[in-house]
Structure formats: C-alpha cells, structure tokens
C-alpha cells in the first residue's frame, strides 16, 4: 500500500535558521512526488514536483531534493512568511489522479 | 489564468441533509480529484474525473458520489450527512491525460454538519 510519512509533525525555527522536513515514501511504481504549502483556512499550494532520484528544485528559500526512499524540503534562512504548513504527496503509477499526502509538517518561525 | 474555483466556501447542515459542492478547474484542464481534510486523518482521496467519466475511486461510502460536465466543471454530493463529514473539502485540478502531473488546488468548501 503506498505510504508517506513526513517528520517532525511541527519545527520552531528562529528567523535566519536553516533546516530540512522530511517525506518517507513507499509506492508501487513513483511517478511523481510533490510539495505544497498550506496556509490555515487555505487550499494547498503547488510548490514543487520531482520525478527521479537525483532531482533538486529550487524556489527563493526552498529547495527540494529526491532519493529512492526519501524527499527533502530545505529551508535556507527562513523569514517568519514561511510560517505554514509543508505537505508532500505521491503519485503511483497504480492510481491516477490520486495524491497520498502525509500528515504534513507545521513549520513556525519566529523572528 | 484564474485558479481553481469552489462554491460555496462555506456550509452549515444538520445530520440526514444532503449537500452539493461544485469545482471550477483551471482552463485547460480536464481532470478533477476531490479530497477531504481532517485535522485527525489528513488530506484523503474521493474521487478522480477525467473526460466526464470517473476514473479512480478512494475508500468512501457510497454516499459520496460526484460528477463531471462537459466544460471540466465537477460537483461533489454528500446524502445523509453525518457528523463525521464536517470537514474542509478540496477540489484539485490537472491537465489529465497519460502524464502524471500537479494538482492545482482550490480554496475549499468547509463543510459544517450539525
């Protein structure tokens, strides 16, 4: 059955102070991982999607980096606006249209 | 290009009503995916709509139930609302086809059965 589970369910950081979520995966046959952000109250916001091991995107203070098992979401000196939370979601080849999300990581930052 | 678009935002029904929400997708677009979220079970999957015919299904009963027209417009319905429905529900669009692409998000419908 695929699965995602993201760590830690909720990250304090300071303004200025970098670190990285992180999305296990298990799924038949990956045919894309993708990143959003949720603000409270708000639809999923598109961040980034990765296909292959060995893939990175970038955008401003995120990057997101792939492997066979797992996905990063880097946050390079984060600004209190990136408060919000970080969703990442498979897509198997066995199931079209169907997003498995993890249970999404909160991630506040203070300035 | 507009985003996707949901109606209504919000809802208040009591137990046994039945509710219908409707999704505007993303001009171009021809695939809708509706999801629910909960704060205890996440962001789920209902059902998926390509070319007017469903094409995948979640674990849901079969009093949820949905449709799509022609223009890529989709509705969802809900009878019987339970308790358990309150949620925020979340209609998603792609371009659909034979490649796997993002989903796009609309705001949602927040669902409130009393």
């Known amino acids: 059955e695929d699965q995602v589970t993201q760590s830690p369910e909720a990250l304090r950081l300071q303004e200025g102070e970098s670190s990285s979520l992180n999305c296990s995966y298990t799924?038949?046959?990956?045919?894309?991982l993708f990143w959003y952000r949720q603000d409270p109250g708000k639809g999923p916001e598109f961040l980034f999607t990765?296909?292959?091991a060995g893939e990175e995107k970038e955008k401003e203070r995120l990057k997101a980096t792939l492997t066979k098992k797992e996905s990063f979401l880097h946050i390079t000196a984060p600004k209190p606006e990136d408060s919000a939370t970080y969703l990442c979601?498979?897509?198997?080849?066995?199931?079209?249209?169907?997003?498995?999300f993890g249970q999404g990581t909160t991630l506040q930052v203070k300035p | 290009k507009a985003g996707v678009t949901q109606t209504p935002r919000y809802l208040i029904k009591t137990r046994g009503q039945q509710v219908t929400l409707s999704c505007s997708p993303i001009?171009?677009?021809?695939?809708v995916s509706w999801y629910q979220q909960t704060p205890g079970q996440g962001l789920q999957f209902l059902f998926e709509?390509?070319?007017?015919?469903?094409?995948n299904k979640g674990n849901f009963p079969g009093r949820f139930s949905g449709r799509q027209f022609s223009n890529s417009r989709s509705e969802m319905n809900v009878s019987t609302l339970e308790l358990g429905d309150s949620a925020l529900y979340l209609c998603?669009?792609?371009?659909?086809?034979?490649?796997?692409?993002?989903?796009?998000f609309g705001p949602g419908t927040r669902l409130t059965v009393l």
């Open positions: 709509y390509f070319s007017e015919t469903q094409r």
């Open positions: 001009s171009g677009h021809r695939s």
């Open positions: 998603a669009s792609s371009l659909g086809g034979v490649t796997y692409n993002e989903q796009f």
């Open positions: 990765l296909y292959s």
């Open positions: 799924v038949s046959g990956l045919r894309g």
């Open positions: 979601a498979v897509h198997g080849s066995s199931n079209t249209g169907k997003l498995i």
